[in-house]
T-cell receptor
Framework: NAGVTQTPKFQVLKTGQSMTLQCAQD?????MYWYRQDPGMGLRLIYY???????DKGEVPNGYNVSRLNKREFSLRLESAAPSQTSVYFC?????????????FGSGTRLTVV | GESVGLHLPTLSVQEGDNSIINCAYS??????FIWYKQESGKGPQFIID???NMDKRQGQRVTVLLNKTVKHLSLQIAATQPGDSAVYFC???????????WGAGTKLIIKP
C-alpha cells in the first residue's frame, strides 16, 4: 500500500528550464492536489483536481500547469522555472473533494531553481 | 482576510510531559479545523479534526479544543514521546470545500 508516490524526490533546475513533477495514488481517490511549502509558511494550494477530467486553480497557480492523466495520476509542470519556485512540493489525494474526507500526502519533491 | 496563525514557532517539552500547541484563526465563519503532523522529510499526516459545532474532541493521546469566542484552537498531546517530535500545523476550511488555509507550523522538540 504505497499511498501517494511522488517523483522525483529532489531536483535542481536552472532558471528557464522546464520540468514535470509526477504524482500517483493507489487508493482509488477521486480528488488530487498540488501544494507548495516554503520555509516558515504553511502549505499553499497550487492546483487541484476534484475528479478525473477536471482541474482548477488554487491560491498560487501562476507559473504552473497541471494534468490529470487518469484517476491515479496528477502531474505538475513548470514551463519556465524561476528562483521563486524553489520550494518543497507536495501532492495529496482524498476520497472526494470535500476536505473533511481527509488528505493523504506524498513525501514531497524538493525543488531548487538556480 | 482569512489567516491562520500560531502563537509559538518552537515548543520544547520534557519527555513524558503534556504538550499544548496553540493556533489562532481569523475567519469566524470557519466551520472545520484540522491538525496535521509533519515529520522531517515527510508529508503532513492527519492527526485530528473538529467541526465548529463541537468544542472538544479526543483521539489517542491527543485532544483538540476549539474556542469560537476568541477564535482559538489548541492541540494537546498527553505524555509526549520522542516520536512526537515534528512540526504541527493547524488548518481551517476556507470559503470552499476544497480550500484549506494552513498556519505556519509549530516545531515540537522533545527533551530526554
Amino acid at each position: 500500500n504505497a499511498g501517494v508516490t511522488q517523483t522525483p524526490k529532489f531536483q535542481v533546475l536552472k532558471t528557464g528550464q522546464s520540468m514535470t513533477l509526477q504524482c500517483a495514488q493507489d487508493m482509488n481517490h477521486n480528488s488530487m492536489y498540488w501544494y507548495r511549502q516554503d520555509p516558515g509558511m504553511g502549505l499553499r494550494l497550487i492546483y487541484y483536481s476534484a475528479s478525473e477530467g477536471t482541474t482548477d486553480k488554487g491560491e498560487v497557480p501562476n507559473g504552473y500547469n497541471v494534468s490529470r492523466l487518469n484517476k491515479r495520476e496528477f502531474s505538475l509542470r513548470l514551463e519556465s522555472a524561476a528562483p521563486s519556485q524553489t520550494s518543497v512540493y507536495f501532492c495529496a489525494s482524498s476520497e472526494h473533494w470535500d476536505i473533511a474526507s481527509g488528505y493523504t500526502f506524498g513525501s514531497g519533491t524538493r525543488l531548487t531553481v538556480v | 482576510g482569512e489567516s491562520v496563525g500560531l502563537h509559538l514557532p518552537t515548543l520544547s517539552v520534557q519527555e513524558g510531559d503534556n504538550s499544548i500547541i496553540n493556533c489562532a484563526y481569523s475567519n469566524s465563519a470557519s466551520d472545520y479545523f484540522i491538525w496535521y503532523k509533519q515529520e522531517s522529510g515527510k508529508g503532513p499526516q492527519f492527526i485530528i479534526d473538529i467541526r465548529s459545532n463541537m468544542d472538544k474532541r479526543q483521539g489517542q493521546r491527543v485532544t483538540v479544543l476549539l474556542n469560537k469566542t476568541v477564535k482559538h484552537l489548541s492541540l494537546q498531546i498527553a505524555a509526549t514521546q520522542p516520536g512526537d517530535s515534528a512540526v504541527y500545523f493547524c488548518a481551517e476550511k476556507g470559503n470552499s470545500n476544497y480550500q484549506l488555509i494552513w498556519g505556519a507550523g509549530t516545531k515540537l522538540i522533545i527533551k530526554p
